[in-house]
């Protein structure tokens, strides 16, 4: 049992495949809120070079003999294994100085991503361990030499080097998309919170779920790892951007051209619209939303709002509703019920936010909140890293530099007045780069305005009002679905994004070549790859249908009686199809032409196999292009192709995409689609 009770454990690194204790004495870590010890950490002996070498080789070759979906399952199980030994990661969490709110984000909040990762990635990914970016690009004439993307994981190991505030949810949404790549990781917590992440791999270690090799873990100093990156790693790093820059520019990773994600200081912004006077519910919102982004986590949170710009006439307003606000934000040792808001992490982290406010000061006052006087309702108020609320007000920010500058990493904002919206867009600019910035207002041109302004400057926006109150997920959380990172002082990083951020551990590579070779690579149909035709297809199962088993069908006239049949029977009377006069009129068209979904039902008509049989279900089109016009009296034919052909893992049938080309007489293609079906894996004939 983790929890910190009694004298401090000496956390355990877990390198290849085997837990193993640092041989120095170890740095003491503190608990936020009493100072009494919890851990000690150290990483010294550890054959970081080997540990690297062994996640490539062992985790990397079990990973990507894998396919997408299996991959995804694991990490469904994992999340799910997870989850029900939470309870575990919250009483140690207490130590960090998280309530349970803040914890939350942190346990429940990571292991959701991942789980949300896991459920994506069985939705948009094929069931292959090759993914196709793209459509084919024709290279030549004839259709002989064509070109296609694709992307494969790389064949190296994800470095996680983590940042303090969120020791779990900082590994876990980055591993749920390297893992999915197939890729190994080997990850490092930040020291100061280190015994709650030990503890979270344990837990995943001990599961057996993940394979041998890939997972690693780090518990102290990073060592010499990063020199023996190769070109096939990928860094992630979240935390100050003196460190960062350091990391980045380390001779390995430039001399091997690592790829190398960092996230660090931001000055993230919200805006309070000209239109949302107070008394308006986005005043009111606003208002809420600065307070819980100063408060959760004592506002360490790399999306916390650091700079509120607020048009100047309701600056007064503002700085009294977010006063009374902050009021109520009661500060006390996180074990304790009652308590909104617990200590920093570290005495040396609130020296370190007492040292920005000084800086601060330069060009702001401050409002609301004492940084010195602490008012605790528990805890030890010596040796917890308290630190109350700190608003701030700057009246001249574009005379200001620090306001700018300097990120305070607590429970402290800066209050910049504005008079004209293009004065709100160019104070967030002035942040240089942020992870995400919000704006309240309940006024389309004000969101269209500022949303456009300061989009280039950031990772995410968002937009808050009335509408969306209730179902918002706030200014600062990050979420699995989208981007998370941004452009200059943020770090010029993107992690996560849904299936995006799996792409960031795979290379992508255009393949140029003869249709049929290129489709061997893919797993994919391609125009112009071979085809074979028999047993009509509709009659094979997903266990005996092969990829280019392929339907031509008989062919079929249209009448005008068939046009007008189907106008009347669907309502669709419009006049390209009903009024020849009309119709000739249109740039498009020489005559009354047949409804495209009237081709797409004739088609379905030529090619399906009606008897009961293994397709079980048509679940939708991709990428329908009607391309030639259909006039009465012309002819049409359907090939069928099986395109791609993917099995689900716990299922027992899969989903078959089948290449749909309608020609008329003149072999012209007058529709083109992807038609989408569920086929049993096995089908015994009756
Ligand atoms: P650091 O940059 O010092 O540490 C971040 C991570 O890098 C930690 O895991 C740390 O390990 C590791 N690290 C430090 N030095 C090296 C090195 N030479 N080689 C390899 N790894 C290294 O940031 P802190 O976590 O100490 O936080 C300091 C400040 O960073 C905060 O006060 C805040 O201003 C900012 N910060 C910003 C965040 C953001 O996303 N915007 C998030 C967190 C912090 P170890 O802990 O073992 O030293």
Redesign the pocket.
């Known amino acids: 049992m983790m929890i910190s009770t009694g004298a401090p454990r000496k956390l355990e690194s877990y390198v290849c495949g085997e837990w193993t204790r640092g041989t120095g004495d170890g740095v003491p870590l503190l608990n936020a809120a009493t100072g009494t010890p919890v851990a000690l950490?150290d990483s010294t002996g550890i054959d970081f070079r080997g540990a690297l070498a062994w996640g490539r080789d062992r985790g990397g070759r079990a990973l990507r003999a894998m396919s997408f979906h299996e991959r995804a399952l694991m990490l469904k199980a994992m999340g799910l294994a997870l989850m029900e030994m939470k309870e575990e990661f919250y009483a140690e969490s207490l130590a960090t100085g998280a309530t349970r709110a803040d914890a939350w984000v942190d346990i429940e909040g990571g292991i959701g991503t991942l789980l949300a990762f896991a459920s994506k990635a069985r939705r948009e990914l094929p069931n292959t361990r090759v993914l196709v970016d793209g459509d084919v690009e024709p290279l030549s004439k004839d259709g002989s030499f064509i070109g296609q993307h694709i992307f494969t994981p790389l064949q190296g190991i994800a470095i996680h080097?983590?940042?303090?505030?969120?020791p779990c949810w900082g590994m876990l949404e980055k591993i749920g998309p390297n893992l999915l790549a197939g890729v190994p990781f080997i990850v490092?917590?930040?020291?100061?919170t280190?015994y709650l992440t030990e503890l979270m791999c344990r837990r995943m270690i001990d599961s057996g779920i993940l394979p041998d090799g890939a997972i690693q873990l780090i518990s102290?100093?990073?060592?010499d790892?990063?020199d023996h990156v190769t070109g096939q790693d990928a860094v992630t790093?979240?935390?100050?951007?003196?460190?960062?820059q350091?990391?980045k520019t380390?001779p390995a990773v430039i001399e091997n051209a690592t790829r190398f994600t960092m996230?660090?200081?931001?000055l993230n912004a919200s805006v309070l619209g000209p239109d949302a006077a107070p008394g308006s519910e986005e005043f009111d919102l606003f208002v809420k939303e600065v307070a819980r982004e100063m408060t959760v986590k004592a506002g360490?949170?790399?999306?916390a709002i650091r700079r509120v710009i607020a048009p100047r006439q309701h600056v007064d307003a503002l700085i009294a509703a977010l006063s009374a606000q902050l009021d109520k934000a009661t500060l006390g040792n996180p074990a304790d019920e009652g308590v909104r808001m617990g200590p920093l992490a570290s005495l040396d982290?609130r020296d370190?936010?007492r040292a920005?406010i000084a800086e601060l000061q330069a060009d702001a006052e401050i409002v609301a909140g004492n940084p010195d006087d602490v008012r605790i309702v528990s805890g030890d108020a010596e040796k917890g890293a308290f630190l109350n609320p700190v608003l701030m007000l700057c009246n001249s920010p574009f005379a200001a530099q620090a306001v700018h500058d300097v990120?305070?990493?607590?429970p402290v904002s800066t209050l910049m007045p504005y008079d004209t919206m293009d004065e709100a867009v160019e104070l967030a600019r002035r942040g240089k780069g942020s992870?995400c910035a919000s704006v309240f207002t309940d006024d389309p041109s004000v969101a269209e305005e500022m949303v456009i302004g300061m989009a280039p400057f950031h990772g995410r926006v968002l937009i808050g009002n009335r509408r969306s109150a209730k179902t918002s997920t706030g200014h600062g959380s990050p979420l699995a679905p989208l981007v998370h990172g941004g452009p200059g002082r943020?770090?010029g990083g993107e992690e996560m994004g849904g299936m995006r951020g799996v792409k960031h551990y795979m290379q992508r590579t255009a393949v140029q070549g003869a249709p049929r070779l290129l489709s061997a690579v893919t797993g994919r149909w391609i125009e112009g790859a071979d085809s074979q035709q028999g047993t009509h297809p509709f009659r094979k199962s997903l266990s005996e249908l092969q990829i280019g088993d392929q339907l031509v069908t008989a062919s079929r006239q249209i009448t005008q009686a068939d046009v007008e049949h189907f106008a009347e029977f669907t309502g669709d009377t419009f006049y390209a199809h009903m009024d020849s006069a009309a119709a000739s009129a249109n740039p498009f068209f020489d005559d009354r032409v047949a409804h495209g979904y009237l081709v797409a039902s004739f088609a379905a008509g030529l090619f399906v196999d009606p008897a009961p049989g293994p397709v079980l279900a048509n679940y939708g089109v991709d990428n329908m292009r009607f391309l030639t016009p259909v006039y009465f009296g012309d002819t049409l034919q359907v090939r069928l192709t099986c395109k791609e052909i993917n099995p689900r893992a716990t299922a027992d049938y899969g989903e078959v995409r089948w290449d749909c080309q309608v020609t008329n007489q003149d072999h012209a293609v007058v529709a083109q689609y992807d038609v989408l079906t569920m086929v049993a894996k096995t089908w015994a004939e009756t």
């Open positions: 950490v080097i983590n940042a303090f505030n969120f490092k917590p930040a020291s100061q280190a102290g100093s990073a060592g790892m990063l790093f979240t935390g100050s951007a003196s460190t960062g350091k990391l380390h996230e660090a200081d931001s360490q949170k790399c999306t982290q370190e936010v920005r990120e305070a990493f607590g992870l943020a770090g």
